[in-house]
């Protein structure tokens, strides 16, 4: 499985981007899929995930009400919908895909919030 992330960019705080992981492989609708990011000298985190079906979500708390992840399993995508951001939102986002645990990463794609 590959992952692509696009999306990424520079934007004011309290503005909005959309990320998007596109995916190969046939067995995409299979995956968990999840956003993860990682700040200038700290660790990489969690932020969202979403099962196979699409039924199930699970958000850090520092992103409730702001984020929003989906997936289009025709498409072999999965999407971040941020809204809100902050300053502290910037990062680089992966995402990453797995069915017992997260295997296959994507390169990234940086999202810098300005004050």
């Known amino acids: 499985v590959q992952l692509v992330e696009s999306g990424g960019g520079l934007v004011q705080a309290g503005g909005s981007l959309r990320l998007s992981c596109a995916a190969s492989?046939?067995?995409?609708?299979?995956?968990?899929m999840g956003w993860f990011r990682q700040a200038p000298g700290k660790t990489r985190e969690f932020v969202a995930s979403?099962?196979?079906?699409?039924?199930?979500?699970d958000y850090t708390d520092s992103v409730k009400g702001r984020f929003a992840i989906s997936r289009d399993n025709a498409k072999n995508t999965v999407y971040l919908q941020m809204n809100s951001l902050k300053p502290e939102d910037t990062a680089v986002y992966y995402c990453a895909a797995g069915i017992y645990g997260y295997n296959y990463w994507g390169q990234g794609t940086q999202v810098t919030v300005s004050s």
């Open positions: 979403i099962r196979w079906s699409g039924s199930s979500t």
């Open positions: 492989g046939r067995t995409f609708s299979s995956y968990t």
